[in-house]
């Protein structure tokens, strides 16, 4: 059974850093494109960052750019998301994702496996 599980979520004060993980479980994502989304209450799941198999292309939002690195580990099945620079507009369930088809994409629709999501809070 194929499970992501997000981890680092919490409460930081605006300015701080977070460091999320997403670990998989039930089979191998190396070569599948993992991203991260995230979403408030009432709103469309947002795109963060994608990052394919290798880690050697990556795609991020422009709200993001420049403040999130995300990073994977593939003999560890386990994906990453460094966020610096925090503002309390980044306050939302951060979600990780694995579209099977290796491409770069944006829309959480393509995306056909998600964890339970991990909650960042950011306090201005």
């Known amino acids: 059974q194929v499970q992501l599980v997000e981890s680092g979520g919490g409460l930081v004060q605006a300015g701080g850093s977070l460091r999320l993980a997403c670990a998989a479980s039930?089979?191998?994502?190396?070569?599948?494109?993992m991203g991260w989304f995230r979403q408030v209450p009432g709103k469309e799941r947002e795109f963060v960052a994608a990052?394919?198999?290798?880690?050697?292309?990556?795609l991020y939002a422009d709200s993001v750019k420049g403040r999130f690195t995300i990073s994977r580990d593939n003999a560890k099945n386990t994906l990453y998301l460094q966020m610096n620079s925090l503002k309390p507009e980044d306050t939302a369930n951060y979600y990780c994702?694995?579209?099977?088809?290796?491409?770069?994409?944006?829309?959480?629709?393509?995306?056909?496996?998600w964890g339970q999501g991990t909650q960042v809070t950011v306090s201005s």
């Open positions: 039930g089979r191998t994502f190396r070569w599948d494109t």
């Open positions: 990052i394919d198999w290798s880690g050697s292309s990556n």
């Open positions: 994702a694995v579209d099977t088809s290796a491409r770069l994409r944006t829309t959480y629709t393509e995306y056909e496996y």
